[in-house]
Each structure stands twice: as C-alpha cells, then as structure tokens.
C-alpha cells in the first residue's frame, strides 16, 4: 500500500510559478511511475504529466508543455510538479497518483492506469 501526501497548492497571479509536492510512503516507490493529474470546476480530470521510475522519462499535456516540469527524488520518496508562467486556465485541484505497474491496455495520460491517488491540492490562478 501506497499513501500519497499532495502540498503546494495556492492561490497565485498570472505569470507566477508555484511547485507542488507528493510525498509517498512505501518501499517500492522508486519502481513507481508517478503521474499528476487536474480537475477544473465542472470538468473532467486530465492528465498533466507523468515521470519514470529513474526521473529520466517524462510526459506532459500539450497544454503545459515548456511550463510545467516534472522530476522526483526517490531518496525523499517525493515527486515534484514545478509550475511556471503559471495561466488561469491552469486553475484546478491537483492530484499525484503512483502507478505500481499493473499490466493495463491503457497509457500513462489514463487515470485507469493509476493505482494510488493523493488527496489533491488546491491551484488558483488569477488573471
């Protein structure tokens, strides 16, 4: 079992930067992808990005990239959601979530792909 511990969150201006954090507890953490997920108000949950097991495989939504960087430090047992040039439109609840690696027909931009969710944080943008 995973537990997942999301910080970070806030409520900032257009153009600012805020870094999130997912701590995880668990001994096999570092074999994990992890990914972050968002929801907006009245909308889905979608992917944001995704990182590897070793930090050096990344994935981001269109929508963020050249923004957001994604990077873990498996000593620390902690993944890490860097946000620049921060937009309204990025305004959601963020949610980090570990993948344990089940075998499933889905990517890593699929939430299904997930075993293990944080309990999200907080993200608001103003213009």
């Known amino acids: 079992q995973v537990q997942l511990v999301v910080s970070g969150g806030g409520l900032v201006q257009a153009g600012d930067s805020l870094r999130l954090s997912c701590a995880a507890s668990?001994?096999?953490?570092?074999?994990?992808?992890m990914g972050w997920f968002r929801q907006a108000p009245g909308k889905e949950r979608e992917f944001v990005s995704a990182?590897?097991?070793?930090?050096?495989?990344?994935y981001y939504a269109d929508s963020v990239k050249g923004r957001f960087t994604i990077s873990r430090d498996n000593a620390k047992n902690t993944v890490y959601l860097q946000m620049n040039s921060l937009k309204p439109e990025d305004t959601a609840v963020y949610y980090c979530?570990?993948?344990?690696?089940?075998?499933?027909?889905?990517?890593?931009?699929?939430?299904?792909?997930?075993?293990?969710w944080g309990q999200g944080t907080q993200v608001t943008v103003s213009s």
């Open positions: 990182i590897g097991w070793s930090g050096e495989n990344t």
């Open positions: 979530a570990a993948d344990k690696g089940r075998v499933v027909a889905v990517g890593l931009n699929d939430e299904r792909r997930y075993d293990y």
């Open positions: 668990g001994r096999t953490y570092s074999r994990y992808y």
